[in-house]
């Protein structure tokens, strides 16, 4: 280490230069960087729910919609009428709007001196209560409007349009807002839908990353000088997140990717990490310039690199790996996420080793911080608590561990509570108008979360129409199913006006295909085909059940969804099961699945760098038992306090494991130089938490400081994930000061121990 220690005094300032360039050239890249906030493409392209919800797109249209509601006490109020007639006509005209359905564009089927008529379901705006009640009746006969377009008290109505693949969400919600701008009213006028929520997403994306970051930084500012007290144990271990947090975000481009939700914890996520290497070899550096030691400036810098180069590497690459681990992430932000946390850690892990001590060579020698004992003065507080552990673990260690292993297995029973979430309304709080928006449009519309039945053959054919017809009838009466759509609806529709009630034909599907043919026949002549586009295709080979879910509850929308392919199954009329519902409930199965493989993968990884570090397996395992620990104590914790494993929380354990094995790698390489210096066990214990402990603590703590920041993330899962990370390293930092030295004193590691030749 010396050598090379030498070397960086020696070219300290091709070092510096150096950084600063590679810093300068991946900040110029970050304009560059676009906002993806659809939560659909963070999936892969082969999930298999993703690809039957574009072939229902390729064959029926959209199926996002964007709903403005219109809230009153009577919707049918003559001006609340021309209100809503005025913003379907006008939405209908933006650019990316496939299809509007409102009282005045979905159909009323009524019959006329025997004959079929098709006309809008409000074809005039009443003037009188006659006229009123007269067509509230007629709407509550018509099933395609009544509880869709309209709530069943009249209270709520919507426009809803059909957005178009690949619309702009930001010029579609620009133009709905200037249609309500345009024609004001009395009436409560509330945007909703999957448009509006992913739109709403990308904006405080963009607000979160603008706030959370110099907020982030603030923090970070205050405690380090609050460790160190000096200029240089403020300004270098910033300086060097400063540029990890600039090489990450110019890599985004660059690499062809995209700004997403989970973006936001990459650059808190770097403010909280990328310092603690600095922060081990500012701790040193103060360690060694202290009254009567006379180290020139020169030999201080080089003994940061020379007794901390090897450790601090170590703490490094175990972090990096457990990043690389987000590989076993479902959704591919998290992997990108995990792939760029890693590039710029292993860039702040050298330019700590290089860069820090390059730099710390050319600045003044300070003052010591670090002044002994006598003349009045007391340890600090650090110290004082330090060494009670120190006295704690040497004279305690069995009860240490056990009173560990009760709190955990305490802990553990919360686990069992523990839920999957991946509703994207739950990211906002309860009165945030995209959750006021779903839950108006969930309890008065029928829902906004499609699940889609599609069948294949001729549609015409009464089998398969009785089929779509007895199947919609099933799940139309699931409590979770708020609102149904079908062709065989419209069908038995046309039966109700071309048979008198009573009559054997009255509400049903006829029984011979050329029946059915006819009645669509008599429907074109005063209707029109564009009314059936959703519900079938125009060679009639394919049908839709289109369900919506008046719930957006992951565990509603997998039982819903599990229902109905039961309902279908070894069905060969029925080609599959799909719809948005469905995407977001593999999202949940897959995401359960990817956390253990993730954990699994950060464990096992770490584990094994550790033993062949200490050409030892009982160092990697005994590393382990803390981060086991930590981990059951935080998903326990998770149920306890009902935290959902959602998108943001579920990449708790592979952060959590890279972070957190620092503490004891720390902790174990200063304690096996200690015992090789020739303390007992117990002696080298207390020398070890009274110095290396310092360091850790600050490491630990400028984590926990980092990643609050993140509890003022407009995003209720980021604001968990914050919280959860707090927990979880201060499991960890108990873990490497408690527990990991009472298991060294209790099983007395042979790989920690001297070597005796």
Not at 9 to 31: D, E, H, N
Not at 215 to 226: D, E, K, Q, T, W
Request: charged share 20%; hydrophobic share 50%; with cysteine.
């Amino acid at each position: 280490m010396k050598p090379t220690a030498d070397l960086i005094i020696k070219f300290r300032w091709l070092i510096i230069v150096g950084f600063i360039g590679i810093t300068m050239f991946f900040a110029s890249q970050i304009p560059k960087a676009k906002l993806n906030p659809d939560m659909l493409t963070y999936m892969p392209e082969d999930m298999p729910s993703r690809i039957n919800k574009q072939k229902i797109e390729d064959l029926f249209g959209g199926t996002e919609m964007l709903m403005v509601l219109i809230k009153t006490d009577d919707v049918l109020k003559t001006e609340t009428l021309k209100r809503v007639k005025k913003l379907s006509k006008q939405v209908k005209r933006v650019k990316g709007i496939d299809k509007v359905f409102s009282l005045f564009e979905l159909k009323y089927i009524r019959s006329e001196d025997g004959a079929m008529v098709v006309d809008p379901a409000v074809k005039r705006l009443p003037k009188t209560q006659e006229q009123r009640e007269r067509l509230r009746d007629e709407i509550r006969d018509n099933d395609i409007v009544y509880g869709n377009v309209v709530s069943e008290d009249f209270t709520v109505t919507a426009v809803i349009a059909m957005v178009e693949p690949g619309a702009s969400d930001e010029y579609l919600l620009g133009e709905v807002e200037k249609i309500i701008a345009q024609n004001p009213g009395k009436e409560e006028v509330v945007i909703g839908g999957t448009p509006y929520s992913r739109f709403s997403t990308g904006m405080n994306t963009k607000k979160d990353l603008g706030r959370l970051l110099p907020i982030a930084l603030l923090i970070m500012l205050i405690f380090l000088y609050f460790c160190f007290k000096q200029f240089r144990g403020v300004f270098l271990p910033f300086l060097v997140v400063i540029m990890s947090i600039l090489v990450s975000m110019g890599l985004i481009p660059l690499l062809g990717w995209q700004i997403t939700v989970i973006t936001i914890i990459l650059p808190v996520l770097l403010i909280a990490i990328a310092n603690d290497y600095g922060i081990h070899l500012i701790a040193k550096y103060q360690e060694d310039n202290i009254p009567g030691n006379n180290y020139s400036n020169n030999e201080l810098a080089k003994r940061m690199f020379t007794h901390l180069g090897f450790p601090v590497l170590l703490t490094g690459l175990t972090t990096v790996v457990g990043m690389l681990c987000l590989q076993g992430h479902i959704l591919i932000p998290a992997g990108q996420l995990g792939i760029l946390a890693a590039i710029a850690i292993a860039f702040a892990l050298v330019a700590s080793l290089f860069f820090i001590p390059a730099v710390t060579s050319l600045l003044p020698k300070p003052k010591p911080v670090i002044l002994p004992e006598g003349n009045g003065r007391k340890k600090p507080l650090l110290e004082r608590l330090l060494g009670f552990f120190g006295n704690l673990v040497s004279t305690r260690p069995k009860a240490v561990i056990a009173g560990a292993l009760i709190f955990t297995a305490l802990a553990s029973i919360g686990i069992f509570f523990v839920t999957v979430d991946t509703d994207p309304i739950n990211y906002y709080d309860k009165d945030h108008p995209v959750a006021y928006s779903a839950n108006l449009i969930n309890k008065n519309l029928g829902g906004f979360f499609p699940v889609c039945v599609v069948f294949k053959g001729d549609i015409k054919e009464p089998r398969i129409l009785k089929k779509i017809d007895r199947l919609e009838r099933k799940i139309e009466k699931m409590p979770e199913i708020g609102n149904t759509t079908s062709i065989a609806r419209v069908v038995r529709q046309m039966s109700r006006v071309l048979n008198d009630e009573g009559e054997s034909g009255y509400d049903k599907i006829p029984d011979t295909r050329n029946a059915i043919a006819q009645y669509f026949e008599l429907y074109l002549m005063s209707g029109d085909a564009e009314d059936f586009e959703k519900m079938v295709d125009f060679p009639y080979q394919h049908a839709i059940i289109n369900a919506r879910i008046n719930t957006s509850s992951t565990m509603q929308l997998r039982n819903v969804v599990d229902q109905i392919n039961a309902m279908v199954k070894d069905d060969p009329d029925v080609q599959f099961v799909g719809g948005l519902a469905d995407v977001f409930s593999d999202l949940a199965a897959k995401m359960v699945h990817g956390q253990f493989v993730s954990l699994a993968m950060a464990l096992i990884a770490v584990s094994l760098l550790l033993m062949f570090l200490f050409r030892s397996v009982a160092a990697g395992l005994i590393s382990a038992i803390p981060l086991a620990l930590s981990m059951i104590i935080v998903f326990g914790l998770m149920g306890i306090f009902k935290i959902e494993l959602n998108v943001a929380t579920s990449l708790l354990s592979s952060i959590m494991i890279g972070v957190g094995i620092d503490y004891t790698i720390h902790f174990l390489w200063r304690y096996k130089k200690e015992l090789q210096h020739g303390l007992l066990h117990r002696e080298a214990i207390k020398q070890t938490l009274i110095t290396t402990g310092r360091g850790i603590t600050f490491n630990a703590f400028s984590v926990i400081v980092g990643f609050t920041a993140l509890l003022l993330s407009s995003f209720v899962p980021v604001r968990f994930f914050g919280f959860l990370v707090v927990v979880s390293v201060f499991a960890c930092l108990v873990g490497a000061l408690v527990f990991i030295p009472a298991v060294c004193l209790v099983l007395k590691p042979k790989f920690l121990e001297p070597n005796k030749k």
